[in-house]
């Protein structure tokens, strides 16, 4: 079977949403990556990639609940598809295979 | 929330943001901020907030803002078309109302549109038209201004080689009717003199010769296409065949030209050239003596007012200061025909006025009919209602709904729009015969734009304001069924009804002043009696003197002919005037000039003109050549007193008064009566005028032809009536009198429409209150004054804003006039009692029909 070729960002984004595990939505999502990564994540990048990973299939979403802090508006949860987990799988299977065919000499020179 | 983010970038983003996103990102942004408001305070979470919304304006998030972005478009779109068409299936009648009233107004729009655009391309047809200019002089007549296109004949000459800016310059005589002759055949047609360069200036189409030498000849003559079809039976092989002009001299046919387009404001058949005119006339060669006509071509740049500041002086310079009351400039020839009136030296309008005016009722009238359709759209409202609530709970929103309500209005208008087409080309033939010109419904790009324009013009303005007053119906309260009502929204209704009356009352006053005048100057006494009186040209062979006396006295000895004289002055018109007269205690710098009459002794007779005193000149009497007969209004202007008898100086010569004339109207009544004198002539005349036997016309032109072909063999005898050609001065108002009142007309009718169908509407709403009102005893007529009163109301007030309005618009008008009616109190009445009868009727016939209905059919029917 054949898997989309993702991007850097979105393969985080993926990522994240997995490491939250149940509790991914657009505030927690920025927080993680912005404390392991140390780096700015915007919430218009955020959702954009969100978006379009739902639209690929990688991800679902579904509504949860609201919050005063929220302005009453609801959370929207992602959990990453069966699809999305292959995807991920196959993308960190080719990193692999280029990883091992990498001569040591190329990692010691540096 | 303690705190709101700022307003401005939640709008911005709700408007931009897709609608199925906008919760949860919402809902993030503000968690975020509320989040950053803690830690570092409003100030930065403020700017972080934008700064986010900024980021989220971005491909992904943006709505499509493609109104009808849904995939069964075509779905909703058919199903809008079929709304519409079995609304207006089941409202006949105001489907009915609404289309005919946009179709007489769009049919009026576009008969303007056609005039105007005809009216607005006369001349514009030359391709140096930016350069072309017409020389013109003002001439100063000591008690005002008048502003003459006449010229001398070396004005040309000499601005082509003393100015730089000039590039060239030409001259051309007036058009006159000439008698052409070859072989046997004879003809009459139009000619001009024009000066070498004339091709170079105007544009003609050459179909043969060379233009650059057809002009170098001074035995050439160039005609038009049509002519040498007329006179020749063809366009070929015509070059060099000798035409007589006038019976006397010989020209050589050296080119053919298209005949002139009818946007040309000189029409001509032929050409000759200016050259031999100055060569056969002394008196065109001096700076003295101003009849042809010059034009010039400026350099391209030229600046025209530094131009006009210095050829100022250009007539007293060469005339070493005698013609000191000249003086020149040059107008564009492409503005002259819409700008051609002047006053004390300065453009005072023209034709432009009937442009500006007719586009005007074009206007009111597409806005009578706009306000019909809003006013029934609105009223009807009501019944679309349930429609609206139900379409918007299922999640229409109101754009769609505008825009099927736009929809409506546009295919409506384009029905409307055909309909008007074929109206147009239908009625086009008559249209034509009263604006007197060839208009046609080519297809062409113009009109194509312009129709698509019209079209989008109308729909818009009648459709826009039903499509937001239906869409913004709330569901809720719709559904629910409590009544709506709005005062705003009457008040709109009643106030766009009184303003589509006050515009039909502005027209009919208009048309009633419009024809009183018209008509008042063309009953009014003239002075002298133009009835039955024929005018001739005197051409050919009876310019010999003595043959034209013998035809004169043999005329006048005719059965069926009453007198004969003959007279330098057609009677229509300034013909030509003179300041070369001198009386005791003359203002040497008055340049007022006396009309210049010479006649043959029988002239004023011949014209019934009355004497106040005095005595004619005595027949056959060469003895009276030093005698001068005044009109009053010369008298009173040099201020003589017990004038018969006294000497006044004529060119030079001392002359005796003899008589004085009342006075009488030769000119158009827009002028004054100008002083007048009347000289005798011992030479031929250039026009004769045949008194006939009144009901005896047809046999007094046989004997006067007949007499004619035998003393002037070869040339046809060219005639008309004067009182058709005094009828000719008032063309222009005739004819804006005559469509002024058709289309006042349309206006009214398209208002009446209206209010029928608001007042039909109101009374089926009511019909209810009708029947109730008639089981408790109301008569009739009680009903119909109840019913028909919010209308009446609104027609009154448009009345009594209307009147006054019109009254100021019509007084200016007649200030035109230097002869006028006085405004009469019923000519306002009138209009204000038609305008109220009209709508009365309209409304009223509708209560009365529907308050004579049985009560029990009003009640039953739930």
């Known amino acids: 079977m054949k898997y989309p070729k993702i991007g850097e960002f979105e393969e985080i984004v993926l990522l994240t949403v997995g490491i939250l595990h149940g509790n991914a939505y657009g505030i927690t999502i920025k927080d993680e990556i912005e404390s392991r990564l140390e780096r700015k994540v915007s919430v218009g990048a955020l959702q954009t990639t969100l978006r379009r990973l739902e639209k690929k299939g990688l991800l679902t979403s579904h509504h949860g609940e609201t ?12 959990t990453i598809t069966a699809y999305g987990r292959n995807t991920l799988a196959d993308t960190k299977e080719s990193r692999e295979k280029l990883w091992s065919a990498l001569p040591r000499i190329v990692l010691n020179l540096k | 929330m303690k705190s709101m983010p700022p307003r401005l970038a939640i709008a911005f983003l709700r408007w931009f943001c897709k609608l199925d996103y906008l919760p949860d990102i919402e809902g993030d942004l503000f968690q975020l901020y509320t989040r950053r408001m803690e830690e570092s305070g409003k100030k930065k979470a403020d ?79 030359h391709t140096n038209k930016d350069r072309l200019y017409q020389y013109m002089e003002n001439v100063d007549q000591g008690n005002g201004m008048i502003t003459r296109i006449t010229s001398a004949g070396p004005t040309a000459k000499a601005l082509e080689e003393e100015y ?24 009459k047609a139009d000619g001009i003199y024009v000066s070498k360069n004339y091709f170079d200036l105007f544009s003609l189409d050459i179909i043969e010769g060379d233009k650059y030498k057809l002009l170098e000849d001074k035995n050439n003559i160039i005609i038009s296409d049509e002519l040498a079809l007329r006179f020749f039976g063809d366009t070929q092989n015509i070059t060099g065949k000798m035409i007589e002009v006038d019976r006397n001299t010989l020209f050589q046919v050296a080119g053919i030209f298209k005949k002139l387009p009818a946007t040309s404001s000189v029409q001509y058949d032929f050409m000759l050239t200016f050259e031999h005119f100055w060569d056969n006339n002394e008196w065109v060669q001096n700076w003295y003596n101003t009849a042809p006509r010059t ?16 050829i100022y002086d250009l007539v007293r310079d060469k005339t070493e200061g005698n013609a000191k009351h000249r003086s020149p400039f040059i107008a564009k020839f492409s503005d002259r025909y819409l700008n051609g009136k002047y006053e004390n030296g300065k453009v005072a309008g023209g034709r432009i006025e009937y442009v500006k005016m007719f586009s005007t009722i074009a206007l009111f009238i597409l806005v009578i009919a706009c306000i019909n359709f809003m006013n029934l759209s609105t009223a009807r409202a009501s019944r679309r209602l349930k429609e609206v609530g139900v379409k918007k709970t299922i999640g229409v929103n109101k754009g769609i709904l505008v825009f099927q309500y736009l929809v409506d209005s546009f295919m409506l208008v384009i029905i409307a729009m055909v309909m008007a087409y074929l109206l147009v080309w239908l009625i086009l033939p008559s249209f034509n015969l009263i604006v007197d010109k060839n208009l046609s419904l080519n297809p062409d790009y113009q009109l194509i734009t312009g129709t698509i324009l019209i079209i989008c013009i109308t729909a818009l303005l009648s459709g826009i304001y039903p499509a937001f007053y239906l869409s913004k119906f709330k569901p809720i309260q719709v559904l629910k069924g409590g009544n709506h009502k709005s005062t705003g929204e009457s008040w709109a209704r009643k106030g766009l009804v009184t303003f589509q009356f006050t515009l039909s009352v502005v027209l009919i006053a208009s048309v009633i002043v419009v024809y009183e005048q018209i008509s008042y100057t063309q009953t009014k006494n003239l002075g002298y009696n133009n009835d039955n009186v024929l005018i001739m040209n005197v051409e050919g062979a009876l310019r010999d003197s003595s043959r034209f006396q013998t035809f004169l006295s043999e005329l006048s000895t005719k059965p069926n002919l009453k007198n004969a004289a003959g007279s330098n002055h057609n009677m229509t018109g300034h013909n030509g005037g003179t300041y070369g007269i001198q009386w005791p205690g003359k203002d040497p710098n008055d340049r007022t000039e006396f009309e210049n009459m010479q006649v043959t002794p029988n002239f004023i007779k011949t014209m019934d003109i009355e004497f106040k005193e005095g005595r004619n000149f005595m027949p056959d009497s060469q003895s009276e050549s030093d005698k001068i007969i005044f009109n009053e209004a010369a008298i009173a202007f040099m201020g003589l007193e017990n004038p018969l008898g006294k000497k006044v100086e004529l060119w030079g010569n001392q002359v005796e008064i003899i008589g004085i004339v009342k006075d009488f109207h030769f000119d158009s009544f827009h002028e004054a009566v100008k002083p007048i004198f009347f000289i ?32 002037n063999p070869g040339v046809n005898l060219t005639y008309k009536f004067l009182d058709d050609e005094y009828q000719k001065m008032y063309e222009a108002e005739n004819r804006v009198s005559i469509l002024a009142g058709y289309f006042a007309a349309i206006a009214i009718i398209i208002s009446c429409l209206g209010l029928f169908g608001l007042a039909a509407f109101t009374l089926e709403r009511k019909g209810k209150e009708i029947g109730i009102r008639k089981i408790f005893g109301s008569s009739s007529m009680d009903l119909t004054v109840k019913l028909t009163n919010d209308l009446t109301k609104s027609v009154l007030i448009s009345i009594i804003i209307g009147l006054p309005l019109s009254y100021f618009m019509l007084n200016n008008w007649l200030e035109n006039f230097a002869y006028k009616i006085d405004m009469e109190w019923w000519f306002f009445f009138a209009a204000g009692f038609l305008t109220f009868l009209i709508a009365i009727l309209t409304v009223g016939f509708q209560a009365l029909k529907a308050s004579l209905f049985d009560p029990i059919l009003l009640l039953k029917d739930e």
């Not at chain 2, 803002?65 to 709304?83: A, D, Q, S």
């Not at chain 2, 034009?295 to 210095?310: R, S, V």
């Open chain 2, 680 to 711: 005798l002539r011992n030479n031929h005349t250039r026009n004769i005028m045949v008194k006939l036997e009144a009901g005896k016309l047809q046999e007094g032109i046989q004997t006067i032809s007949e007499l004619h072909e035998t003393f």
């Open chain 1, 67 to 78: 919050e005063a802090s929220r302005g009453g508006r609801p959370k929207l949860f992602f």
């Open chain 2, 295 to 310: 034009y010039l071509l400026m350099k391209e740049g030229a600046d025209i007012d530094a131009f006009n500041k210095k």
């Open chain 2, 47 to 125: 700017l972080l907030f934008c700064k986010d919304v900024l980021l989220l304006f971005r491909p992904g998030i943006i709505r499509s803002f493609v109104l009808l972005k849904t995939p069964n478009r075509m779905e909703i779109f058919k199903h809008n078309l079929l709304i519409s068409f079995r609304n207006h299936l089941k409202n006949k009648s105001f489907f009915l109302i609404n289309l005919l009233g946009l179709t007489s107004g769009l049919a009026c729009v576009l008969f303007i549109y056609l005039w105007v655009n005809d009216e607005i391309s006369i001349d514009q047809y």
């Open chain 2, 164 to 187: 730089p800016e000039v590039e060239k310059a030409v001259t051309t005589t007036w058009v006159t009717n000439y008698n052409l002759s070859w072989e046997d055949n004879n003809t």
